[in-house]
């Protein structure tokens, strides 16, 4: 299933806190002290934690989470044993990026605690992890986003592309991550690769119909770009798209590769 956070963006925009922008919080090339990183960015995970948390403050009060703990639902690190997702997060963007992710709670991360906020210096890489919830009452549904310097939230959301996330195995549900270039029609080019399911900017993708957009999130305004076929999940609810790459093992870790490619 698709976890519905940027189709409901627009429905749920009067009742976000106002636009939250760098003029409202202090700011400082939070980046810069990346410089002279050593070694991988995991190996200075305290300190790529600390820059990521640095550049959210100055777009939102809110304070990520940013869990170190195997336990948890999302966190910072790779997971070894149990049912989880592995996703590394690759900066070939070209400038130092961070990568942040919300859960059900919801997306307006102006009004909402996000879970992780973690720098990607330019060049490197760093993973993060997410529970398989074993059924419906335990499924793990959220997005996560890049933000580059200048970037902004609109309606307190990172107006940005979304991976989005639902990662549930039971009798009812299945596993699925896409991406989602509903918030922003004009963001950034990644993809999102598993062993058996890739979600780029031509495949397993939601976008806008009118190639004109700059946003789109209301019922017949988006689409879910070539999604059908083996692991892969399409179907359509009142005629609104729904679905995106499955592949998603049931029981142990799969891993996911997210690239940042340059514009």
Excluded: R
């Excluded at 307190?156 to 009798?171: C, K, L, P, R």
């Amino acid at each position: 299933m698709k976890a519905t956070f940027a189709t409901l963006a627009f429905a749920g925009a009067a009742a976000a806190a106002p636009h939250v922008g760098h003029a409202q919080f202090h700011k400082k090339d939070v980046f810069a002290d990346l410089n002279g990183l050593v070694g991988n960015a995991m190996q200075n995970v305290d300190k790529v934690m600390d820059v990521g948390s640095a550049f959210l403050k100055t777009l939102t009060p809110m304070v990520a989470t940013n869990s170190k703990d195997t336990k948890a639902a999302n966190f910072i690190g790779a997971a070894t044993s149990g049912n989880y997702v592995v996703n590394t997060i690759v900066n070939e963007a070209g400038k130092d990026a961070t990568w942040t992710c919300w859960g059900a709670e919801g997306s307006w991360i102006n009004t909402h605690t996000p879970t992780i906020a973690i720098a990607v210096p330019s060049g490197h890489n760093v993973t993060v992890s997410h529970a398989v919830g074993a059924n419906e009452a335990s499924k793990n549904t959220g997005g996560c986003s890049v933000l580059f310097d200048g970037d902004k939230l609109v309606n307190g959301q990172a107006y940005q592309s979304w991976m989005e996330f639902t990662f549930v195995v039971d009798q009812w549900a299945s596993s699925t991550f896409d991406i989602s270039m509903e918030v922003n029609a004009s963001g950034q080019n990644m993809t999102i690769e598993g062993d058996k399911c890739k979600s780029s900017h031509d495949t397993c993708i939601f976008k806008c119909k009118d190639p004109n957009a700059k946003q789109c999130g209301k019922a017949g305004e988006y689409e879910l770009v070539n999604c059908k076929g083996p692991d892969t999940k399409y179907y359509e609810f009142a005629g609104v798209p729904e679905g995106g790459c499955g592949g998603i093992s049931n029981t142990g870790i799969t891993k996911l590769t997210t690239t940042l490619h340059k514009q």
